[in-house]
C-alpha cells in the first residue's frame, strides 16, 4: 500500500499506474488498485510477505539467504527487466535496486515501484533523452553523464545488484573506509580473479557456495558493469546464462568450505575456467554525480 502525496512523487505513481496497469508477468508486482479522495492517492499492491531482497541481504534479523535463494532471486529479477526489455513497446526500468526487488513466501522476485520507468527508443534512435534520476551507486555512468538513457542502463544497474547478492554489501556504504564505500570500485580487482573471489564474498554465507558457480556469477556481473553500453550483454542473455547455473548439477567437489579472507587461494585443485558471454570485461570507473 502507498499513500501519494501531492507534487513529483504524485506524476511518478501516475506513470506506476499507468505500467502495472497494463503489464502482467509473474516477476512484475500485482496492481491490485487504487482511489483517489481529494489530493490523497492511494495504491495497493498484492501483499509481498517476505519484504524486500535489500532487508534480507543488509538489515540485521533475518536468516542469512543461502546461496541457491540468492540465485533464485537472481532470476526471477532478470525474468522481469527481460520481460521489459523485449516487449513490443520496450520499457526501461530505470530505477532497478535491491529495495525495489520484493519477495513472495517462497522467495520468487517481483519488481515494484514503476514510477521512474521510461517508454524505450522507437524506429531509428539508439536512445531516449531524459533527465537523470534514479539512485546513486544503480546508475549506470554514461546515463548519469549524459542523461541518455537504454536498455543496457538497466543491465549496469542488474549487475551492481548481482554484486550485492554476491558480497552482501550495499551499492554505496559510507560506513565503509576509502574504496570500500563503493562496492563496484571494490570489488573490480577480484570479479575475474578465481583465487581472489573469495575475497569479496559474503561471510554470511560461511563459504556455503559453489565456487564455479559464483566465479561464473562474478564475471557476468563484470560483463553487466562494461563502460561501453553496446558491450554489455541483453537481459535476455543475462537470463540464459543464470538459468544454465541453476540447471547445472552442481560437483560435490565444488560446492566446498571456503575461510575468508586468508592470504592464499581456497582452493585445492586447478578447474576449467566457466565464463558465460566470453571472457571477464572490465568493470567502469563510477561518476561521482549524486543522483536520487
Not at 502482467?24 to 500485482?30: E, F, G, P, S, T
Not at 532497478?96 to 524506429?123: C, E, H, Q, V, Y
Not at 538513457?149 to 550495499?170: H, I, N, P
Not at 564474498?201 to 564455479?212: C, I, N, R, S, V
Request: hydrophobic share 35%; net charge positive; proline share 6%.
Amino acid at each position: 500500500m502507498w499513500r501519494v502525496k501531492p507534487g513529483r512523487i504524485r506524476v511518478h505513481r501516475v506513470t506506476e499506474v499507468r505500467y502495472l496497469g497494463q503489464l502482467h508477468h509473474a516477476n512484475l508486482v500485482k496492481l491490485i488498485g487504487y482511489c483517489a479522495e481529494g489530493d490523497n492517492r492511494l495504491l495497493v499492491y498484492e501483499y509481498m510477505p517476505k519484504g524486500s531482497l535489500e532487508n534480507h541481504l543488509f538489515r540485521r534479523g533475518p536468516q542469512p539467504l543461502p546461496w541457491a535463494t540468492r540465485l533464485k532471486v537472481a532470476i526471477g529479477a532478470a525474468r522481469g527487466l527481460a520481460f521489459l526489455h523485449d516487449a513490443k513497446d520496450q520499457i526501461i526500468y530505470r530505477d532497478f535496486k535491491a529495495s525495489n526487488i520484493l519477495l513472495d513466501s517462497d522467495f520468487n522476485a517481483k519488481l515494484s515501484d514503476f514510477g521512474l520507468a521510461k517508454a524505450g527508443p522507437t524506429g531509428d534512435r539508439t536512445h531516449v533523452s531524459t533527465q537523470v534520476m534514479g539512485t546513486q551507486g544503480y546508475a549506470a555512468p554514461e546515463y548519469i553523464a549524459t542523461g541518455r538513457l537504454t536498455a543496457k542502463s538497466d543491465v549496469y544497474s542488474f549487475g551492481v545488484v548481482l554484486l550485492e547478492l554476491l558480497s552482501g554489501r550495499r551499492a554505496v556504504d559510507k560506513d565503509k573506509i576509502g574504496i570500500e564505500q563503493d562496492l563496484v570500485e571494490w570489488t573490480k580487482p577480484y570479479l575475474g580473479d578465481k583465487r581472489k573471489l573469495f575475497r569479496i564474498m559474503d561471510t554470511k554465507l560461511e563459504g556455503q557456495y559453489p565456487q564455479k558457480s559464483a566465479f561464473t556469477a562474478a564475471t557476468l556481473a563484470s560483463q553487466c558493469l562494461n563502460i561501453e553500453p553496446k558491450s554489455r550483454p541483453r537481459m535476455s542473455e543475462v537470463l540464459a546464462c543464470l538459468e544454465e547455473l541453476q540447471a547445472a548439477k552442481t560437483d560435490s567437489k565444488d560446492h566446498r568450505k571456503v575461510s575468508s579472507p586468508v592470504p592464499r587461494s581456497p582452493m585445492g585443485h586447478r578447474q576449467r575456467r566457466s565464463t558465460p558471454l566470453g571472457s571477464p570485461l572490465s568493470t567502469p570507473r563510477r561518476s561521482t554525480t549524486q543522483v536520487r
